[in-house]
């Protein structure tokens, strides 16, 4: 198993010392089900990094690993140049933000009330009401979320896209220097899908919020991300460029179907091949 050392010691990089979050010879999943394998990956601060993969790939379990939410079984997560899970659950929410894929929806609460919650990390437990500065945080986080307009609505009254911005206004209260998100666009139309994802690219260039997003869709990832991340039943595939993972060997082998690659004028795209345009491919290619 590797080797722990101590909170008080800086850990060694395997990366650029630049880095700003790290995963170290990581193996981990459920119970004696190792679901992530001797995988090793860093991030950069400002960079946008999306695991892709099939079902069942352990992009999610990745991700439950990284947010700490997950212990590792061997191996380490490395956050600001220290180990994530010798420290205080109160001090990684500081600097690591978790949007999972399905949130509880609070009864009763308004928009105000589910954001002021991100500042609980950075509030004494005795205090209860947001300080002037807590306050501050809220409104500059419901402002990027452009939520000002129902600030005093019941959560549980927004539609699907404005729920999922109230959220991650909740996240970004918390000042977080990684914000790692399972699948955010999950139950939303294309128009809300767009909307996000405009949205999240807009902080991660202009705040330099590092991202961490599970995207089902691949040419969405492809088109938002700096990097990609392809897993295969726990193991780290290829990662690097769009440009540099997105080649049709590297389709096969990780999601078991042969696509055209197209370059288009917004970028590069993927186009799955049906069993009937591969036949047709194969007979004008010839033998």
Not at 21 to 44: D, K, R, T, V
Not at 89 to 98: C, K, N, S
Not at 120 to 129: C, L, R, Y
Not at 160 to 187: I, W
Request: charged residues 15%; aromatic residues 4%.
């Amino acid at each position: 198993m590797t080797h722990i050392q101590p909170i008080s010691h800086q850990c060694p990089s395997l990366f650029s010392n630049s880095s700003l979050l790290e995963a170290q010879n990581l193996q981990g999943g459920y119970s004696e089900a190792w679901i992530i394998h001797n995988l090793s990956l860093a991030l950069q601060p400002g960079e946008w990094l999306s695991l892709v993969g099939a079902n069942g790939s352990g992009k999610s379990t990745l991700l439950r690993l990284l947010s700490c939410i997950l212990p590792p079984q061997q191996g380490r997560v490395i956050l600001d140049g220290k180990i994530i899970h010798q420290q205080s659950p109160q001090w990684v929410a500081q600097r690591l933000a978790m949007l999972p894929q399905q949130q509880t929806i609070p009864t009763g609460l308004t928009v105000h009330q589910l954001v002021s919650l991100g500042r609980s990390p950075h509030q004494p437990w005795w205090q209860w009401e947001l300080s002037p500065n807590d306050q501050q945080h809220v409104d500059w986080a419901i402002a990027q979320t452009q939520l000002q307009a129902m600030r005093d609505r019941p959560v549980e009254q927004l539609s699907g896209g404005e729920r999922q911005r109230a959220f991650l206004a909740l996240a970004l209260a918390q000042e977080p220097h990684v914000l790692l998100l399972d699948e955010p666009t999950t139950f939303l139309d294309l128009h809300y899908q767009l909307e996000l994802l405009d949205l999240l690219k807009r902080l991660n260039q202009e705040q330099n919020l590092t991202l961490i997003t599970v995207l089902h869709d691949i040419n969405l990832a492809i088109r938002y991300s700096d990097r990609l991340a392809l897993l295969k039943q726990g193991h780290l595939l290829a990662v690097g460029t769009p440009e540099e993972v997105v080649t049709s060997a590297q389709m096969i082998e990780g999601f078991g179907v042969e696509v055209s690659i197209l370059h288009t004028p917004v970028g590069l795209q993927i186009l799955p091949l049906s069993a009937v345009t591969r036949q047709q491919q194969r007979v004008r290619d010839g033998p």
